[in-house]
Every structure is written in structure tokens, then in C-alpha cells.
């Protein structure tokens, strides 16, 4: 556990009372929790930036297998970021409808390529892209 430090804030009330607001609908226990909570995605935010640290990613997708054009671009997009790419996932939802998720860790920036990428290939039903950490610094 690492050392805990308390520190006083002032604030505009009506600010902290939005805040609070948001807090219990988001059902954190405490401000605290919160504030650390938006300190480290911040952190996570600025990882993504700066282009110094690697950062970890996932990108689903959902199409139809039948659409054979679109798999194989899919698949040329996927190699061209070989390096990027440390697991996929396939998983066939029904008759007609594959989830493909795709784990990305390395520099923000390629992630953000590779996401860009595969969201503009045409024929593709739904993509989302969730940026996150790999680890280290935040605690
Ligand atoms: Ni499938």
C-alpha cells in the first residue's frame, strides 16, 4: 500500500456540488476514490501523448463473416501492425455475426493508427476502441 497523503481544496461550490453529483451516479464510495480515479486516467492521458511510454488498447469489431472483401482487409491491416498486436479474439455471436477483439500495447500514437485503420474499413458493423495503461506508475 503506498503512503496516503490528505490535502485540503477549495473549490466553487457549485463545481463540488456537480462533482458529488457525479460521484454517486458513478458510485464511488468517496471523493477520494473519485479524484484519484481522474488523476489516473489523466496520467493515462497524457501517456497516450507524449509518446514515451507504452500503452496498452483493445479494439472490437463486429461484422458479418460473409463479407469476404472486408475480412481480408481486416486481416492486411492486422499484419501491417504485426508488432502492435499481442492477442485477437474471435468469437461468432450467431449465423452471421463475428466480435473480434483486438489487444494492442505499444506506442499511443501506432495504437491510434491501427484503430483508425480498422474503424474506416467499409462493411464493418460496429467498431469501439478503449484506451488504456500498462501498469506501471499508476498505482
Ligand atoms: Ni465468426
Redesign the pocket.
Known amino acids: 500500500m503506498e503512503k496516503l497523503i490528505r490535502f485540503g481544496v477549495s473549490i466553487d461550490k457549485k463545481l463540488l456540488d456537480k462533482f458529488d453529483a457525479l460521484i454517486l451516479k458513478h458510485q464511488y464510495s468517496n471523493r477520494s476514490q473519485a479524484i484519484a480515479d481522474f488523476m489516473r486516467e489523466k496520467l493515462i492521458e497524457q501517456d497516450w501523448n507524449t509518446q514515451k511510454k507504452k500503452v496498452a488498447a483493445t479494439i472490437s469489431l463486429v461484422y458479418s ?1 460473409h463479407h469476404r472483401t472486408m475480412l481480408n482487409k481486416v486481416m492486411d491491416i492486422q499484419h501491417d501492425f504485426e508488432k502492435l498486436i499481442i492477442s485477437t479474439q ?4 450467431d449465423h452471421d ?2 466480435l473480434e477483439i483486438i489487444a494492442a500495447f505499444g506506442k499511443g500514437q501506432d495504437i491510434l493508427e491501427l484503430a483508425r485503420r480498422l474503424r474506416a474499413v467499409k462493411g464493418i458493423k460496429h467498431a469501439s476502441f478503449t484506451m488504456t495503461t500498462s501498469g506501471k506508475q499508476i498505482s
Not at 90 to 93: A, K, P, S, T, V
Open positions: 463473416h474471435h468469437i461468432h455471436l455475426n463475428c
